[in-house]
């Protein structure tokens, strides 16, 4: 029991740095997800004590993120000496799982998933929040398409390497942007990388460097840019922009959304080969005016096919009154003439006359003789 509010329930999920709960809220009487930290025995008591005193700060600014993207944060208790962080519950599986159990997605829905996430980051970066462990496995995709990125602010701290003094690397290696490793300045760009690398992953399968390769980027090696996405197609020139080694070299998040945009609506072409089709996309973004081009085509188009309508519709009008009127005197005159001979026959015009004879079958006969000189009238007029 948490602040004799949150009753625990069962263990949802275990990471590196916590283990969520499902949990009760009593008072509200709804369940919610408690982040319980565990912090790593090693840790040098200053280093204790800094991330203690971020985690808190950052859980209380994250509360007052509001993006559908962004696991609500509802509340933060100090426990046995250690905050607990109590957030929305969300039933979902973590991207890391769904490339696991089916291989890599398609660039459409990975570019799809990206325009989230870096909306999500993009509110964080906005109050001035930095995530520092963006990865498959603090993003989760419920059964409906919602995509929400997890744990503000609880992987590392601003300005700090992701090697402690004690030797401990503190988040996920295969996706620690390379400054970070060198204890550089932490800023968007760290995320962006990050998300970078998750995508590739989603994309590809797996991370863009490999075992050899995240060494290297703990030990702060000079590296060299990861290889080009083979699966990725208009997704590749945004993958290769967010993954440069350098930060100032990186794509922004206003441009990256844009190419993301582009990615997601490109349509499945498996005869383009990746080099092309993200020499395509990239073109895209740098010439913004061919969309406006591509809209015009469509106008010009549309105006054709209207007119085209306009006039076969004429035609067919015309014809049909050239038709009427060669054939209206002669029709109308024969329908007046065999209605006449018709009332006459039946005696409906004589006075008096078949007034003993059955009146129903009388009128379904004139009924009957109308309907079917009108039938013949109107073929005579409509096809002859």
Do not use: C
Not at 57 to 69: F, I, M
């Amino acid at each position: 029991m948490l602040a004799g509010r949150y009753h625990l329930r069962e263990q949802i999920a275990r990471g590196g740095v916590g283990t969520v709960w499902r949990a009760t809220d009593l008072f509200l009487d709804r369940e919610v997800a408690v982040k319980e930290l565990r912090l790593p025995s090693d840790l040098s008591e200053s280093e204790r004590t800094s991330l203690l005193r971020r985690t808190t700060r950052e859980a209380r600014v994250a509360a007052r993120l509001t993006h559908p993207a962004v696991v609500t944060v509802l509340d933060v208790v100090n426990e046995d000496g250690r905050p607990w962080i109590v957030m929305e519950l969300v039933v979902a599986h973590t991207l890391a799982e769904l490339i696991e159990l089916a291989g890599p997605l398609p660039y459409q829905r990975v570019a799809e998933i990206g325009l989230h996430l870096i909306g999500a980051l993009k509110a964080a970066h906005d109050e001035g929040i930095i995530h520092r462990d963006v990865k498959p496995d603090n993003v989760m995709i419920s059964e409906d398409g919602r995509v929400v990125l997890t744990d503000f602010g609880l992987a590392a701290w601003t300005g700090e390497s992701a090697l402690t003094t004690s030797g401990r690397i503190v988040g996920s290696p295969s996706y620690i942007p390379p400054e970070r490793a060198k204890a550089g300045p932490i800023g968007p760009a760290s995320d962006l990388w990050s998300l970078g690398a998750t995508l590739y992953a989603a994309v590809e399968g797996h991370p863009p460097y490999n075992r050899k390769g995240y060494i290297a980027i703990l030990r702060g090696d000079e590296l060299e840019e990861p290889p080009p996405a083979e699966n990725a197609g208009p997704l590749a020139p945004v993958l290769a922009g967010l993954l440069h080694v350098n930060p100032a070299d990186r794509l922004t998040a206003e441009n990256a959304t844009k190419m993301l945009r582009i990615a997601a609506l490109a349509p499945w072409a498996p005869a383009t080969s990746p080099e092309t089709a993200a020499k395509t996309a990239a073109q895209e973004v740098a010439q913004p005016a061919s969309q406006e081009s591509a809209r015009e085509h469509f106008r010009a188009g549309a105006h054709v096919l209207r007119s085209s309508l306009q006039e076969s519709v004429s035609e067919s009008v015309s014809s049909l009154q050239e038709a009427l009127h060669r054939h209206r005197p002669e029709s109308v005159s024969a329908l007046l003439t065999s209605i006449r001979e018709s009332t006459d026959t039946l005696g409906l015009t004589s006075s008096g006359k078949h007034r003993s004879k059955r009146p129903v079958a009388m009128i379904a006969g004139v009924v009957v003789g109308v309907v079917a000189l009108l039938a013949v009238v109107l073929w005579a007029l409509l096809f002859r």
